[in-house]
């Protein structure tokens, strides 16, 4: 009675110690990260030596190893039997692979059954690990092939050395336990993706194959104009363009004060000149991003307008095949810009390989554009940006453009006397432009909150949109078009064709 009752009691506290999850507590301590979230996403050594590095790795491979040896440890310690301790290991490799202090979601349990079977035989098993080693490591990179081909031959092993008939199956049921706990994984991925090969070559993982969370980083620039909250929630990285102002050079939405900046501008004091990111400000976001991606696509604005594409194609170029990354002229700037890089944020949820989104983003890049009412002209053309509106430049009458860019040019639609018929123009031109559908809209402005807000209603009213924001374009915008401009972005997401 006293052995069936100390031998209940190693089993609960074996699983109940299996059930801390070290993977995800020194993972959590280190990066701030949940480790199932990361990497390959199993709450394992292996995973947290490549994602977090070697020494929480080898924290937690020494910890998940103890989860398995312990019980084998204290049963033979309380003269409890060889039953019972392989049955410690087994419930340990419950625990670790069902927590219940981290709603039942952990590992395999490989670490706990070899740290198991390394307390059970010592010399044996630590042959055996150097051969899984060699396995994992060097020939195949698959830890289940590895763990597969170990234990059989652990078994054999034990047979040649007429090792009691407990002690031969103990590695096969430990290979049934770790089976059992992965199956229902394996049966749920598959019946929920399509790639039912591609799931099948992930789980076997052949060697150099680490599956990211989120395979394909997004990248865009501060032209685009993104309202924080949404590039945070969709996780789209923004490499600001640089003002070069009086007082020194300053980096868009990061250390410009956007009020003053606008004050500033209609007050005609401030002489304000652009710079695209350089190469290696690209470089540096690569090296970074490639830490938790396995590739990169850059939504820049037109190569005619800026030169933030040939800066993040001669860095792509630079990092080379370590870190694959794409640069993708937009061909439109502003909110329009931000729509394809936030398509290609959720493109990026449904296919694993840049070349799948980059093929889907084709056909978004035709449903995308921007259309806005200027206070005034003169900032562009002294950029040299809008063709064939000098004259309107040295007019004396006052004017408002209407203008659109089409095809990486920004073109002039028509002009108006005042900035509410220059808004009935820009509101005629897009009903008989933009088809029928849904569409989402984004409605801006360079310091003309009021005026975008009553913009706004005007469009919902008409087009009923399926989203729609408001946003003040960043200062790098305003350098050029000057304050009070009023425009709206779409995205066409289908229509009746």
Not at 45 to 56: D, I, K, M, S, T
Not at 185 to 198: A, W
Not at 262 to 267: F, V
Not at 411 to 420: D, F, N, P, T, V
Request: glycine share 8%.
């Amino acid at each position: 009675m006293t052995f069936d009752v100390n031998c209940l009691i190693l089993l609960v506290s074996s699983y109940l110690f299996g059930s801390i999850s070290f993977a995800i507590l020194v993972t959590k301590a280190w990066t701030g990260e949940d480790i199932r979230e990361i990497g390959n996403l199993n709450a394992g050594a292996a995973n947290v030596g490549r994602c977090v590095g070697l020494l929480p790795g080898a924290i937690v491979a020494v910890m998940d190893f103890a989860k398995g040896a312990l019980p084998v440890l204290v049963a033979r310690m309380l003269g409890l039997g060889e039953i019972c301790a392989l049955a410690g290991i087994i419930v340990a490799v419950l625990g670790h692979s069902y927590p219940i202090y981290f709603g039942f979601r952990g590992g395999r349990g490989l670490s706990t059954v070899l740290g198991g079977l390394l307390a059970l035989t010592p010399v044996e098993s630590f042959l055996i690990l150097l051969l899984f080693g060699l396995i994992y490591l060097v020939i195949t990179g698959s830890a289940i092939i590895a763990s597969i081909v170990s234990l059989l031959a652990l078994s054999g092993v034990y047979y040649l050395q007429n090792k009691p008939l407990l002690l031969i199956l103990a590695p096969l049921v430990f290979l049934l336990t770790m089976a059992s706990v992965l199956l229902p994984r394996f049966i749920r991925e598959l019946s929920t993706r399509g790639d039912k090969r591609k799931v099948f070559t992930e789980w076997l993982r052949p060697k150099g194959r680490v599956k990211k969370a989120q395979p394909v980083a997004i990248i865009t620039d501060s032209i685009a104009s993104l309202p924080v909250d949404l590039r945070e929630r969709e996780h789209i990285h923004i490499v600001p363009l640089a003002l070069i102002l009086p007082g020194g050079v300053c980096h868009d939405g990061v250390d410009v004060d956007t009020r003053q900046f606008y004050q500033d501008l209609r007050a005609g004091n401030l002489d304000v000149k652009t710079s695209a990111p350089s190469p290696g400000e690209f470089l540096d976001l690569f090296w970074k991003l490639s830490q938790d991606h396995e590739a990169a696509i850059v939504i820049s604005p037109p190569k005619e307008l800026t030169h933030t594409w040939s800066s993040a194609h001669l860095a792509a170029q630079e990092i080379g095949e370590d870190f694959p990354v794409f640069a993708v002229d937009s061909r439109t700037a502003g909110p329009a810009q931000g729509f394809i890089a936030l398509a290609a944020a959720r493109l990026g949820q449904t296919f694993d390989e840049p070349e799948q989104i980059l093929e889907a983003l084709e056909t978004v890049m035709k449903r995308v554009g921007f259309a806005g009412v200027l206070d005034t002209l003169e900032l562009l053309i002294k950029g040299g940006r809008v063709r064939d509106a000098q004259y309107w430049a040295k007019s004396r009458l006052r004017v408002f453009p209407v203008l659109a860019i089409n095809d990486s040019q920004i073109r002039l639609l028509g002009l108006a006397r005042s900035k509410e018929k220059a808004r009935t123009r820009l509101l005629d031109w897009l009903k008989k432009t933009l088809p029928k559908g849904q569409i989402a809209l984004a409605v801006c402005h360079t310091d003309a909150a009021d005026e975008a807000d009553q913009f706004a209603k005007q469009l919902s009213t008409v087009f009923h949109p399926v989203d729609l924001f408001v946003t003040e374009l960043p200062p790098i915008i305003g350098a050029h078009a000057g304050p009070g401009l009023l425009g709206v972005a779409w995205w066409v997401q289908s229509d009746e064709s």
